[in-house]
């Protein structure tokens, strides 16, 4: 499967935004999605996931404001940030996994900046 991510920009502190994951493949409904972020000089960290039947998982840090969805229909993984901090600045990347616990696919990577 090949992801492709966007939706990512520039915005203001407590602003919103939301980022999509379009995925190839007839196969994309059985994979788990999730979104992760690496923002420079941290650690790539998890921020949110969504398996095949829909049941979803947060990092702590952005439980609560962000939200993950996903419409098979349109092989589309979403994720849409509120009340965005300036600590949520990163580079996000979606990828994929079977359901092992590991993701084998990765799509490229889209800047979200929050300016304070």
């Known amino acids: 499967v090949q992801l492709q991510a966007s939706g990512g920009g520039l915005v203001q502190a407590g602003g919103s935004l939301r980022l999509s994951c379009a995925a190839s493949?007839?196969?994309?409904?059985?994979?788990?999605i999730g979104w992760f972020r690496q923002a420079p000089g941290k650690k790539r960290e998890l921020v949110a996931g969504?398996?095949?039947?829909?049941?979803?998982n947060y990092g702590y840090s952005v439980e609560g404001r962000f939200t993950i969805s996903r419409d098979n229909a349109k092989n589309t993984v979403y994720l849409q940030m509120n009340s965005l901090k300036p600590e949520d600045t990163a580079v996000y990347y979606c990828?994929?996994?079977?359901?092992?616990?590991?993701?084998?696919?990765w799509g490229q990577g889209t800047l979200v900046t929050v300016s304070s």
């Open positions: 493949g007839r196969t994309f409904s059985r994979y788990v």
């Open positions: 969504i398996t095949n039947g829909g049941s979803t």
């Open positions: 990828a994929a996994s079977r359901g092992s616990g590991t993701y084998d696919y």
